[in-house]
């Protein structure tokens, strides 16, 4: 049984930090890559940051640059964003996708790991919000 779970939200106030975790079960991570995703109200989910389990390259999106840093176990099979510097316009819902095809061409990666239809298996998802 495919499952994949987030957890690590909650409430922060800005410049403040979380560490987000995403484990996954009952598939190979093996060619994958995962990423996150994040989902305002009112607004389209957008990637946040994405990473290959074949070689640990990374992507982050412009507004996240230099704040968050993506993460990676293998043996535990489990991802991690490390946020940091949070501002209130952090505040989304947080979900984790696994793409199952990665493509570890790092100029096919870069163009295709915003797409979300990319992704097989997305978790629930875990709210975070930056508010003082």
């Known amino acids: 049984q495919v499952q994949v779970v987030e957890s690590g939200g909650g409430l922060v106030q800005p410049g403040g930090s979380l560490r987000l975790s995403c484990a996954a079960s009952?598939?190979?991570?093996?060619?994958?890559?995962v990423g996150w995703f994040r989902q305002a109200p009112g607004k389209e989910r957008e990637g946040v940051s994405v990473i290959s389990m074949t070689d640990g390259a990374t992507y982050y999106a412009d507004s996240v640059k230099g704040r968050f840093t993506i993460s990676k176990d293998n043996a535990k099979n489990t991802v991690y964003l490390q946020m940091n510097s949070l501002k209130p316009e952090d505040t989304a819902v947080y979900y984790c996708a696994v793409d199952r095809r990665w493509d570890t061409r790092p100029v096919e990666a870069e163009r295709l790991w915003r797409q979300r239809g990319r992704y097989d298996y997305w978790g629930q998802g875990t709210q975070v919000t930056v508010s003082s």
């Open positions: 009952g598939f190979s991570f093996d060619y994958s890559a």
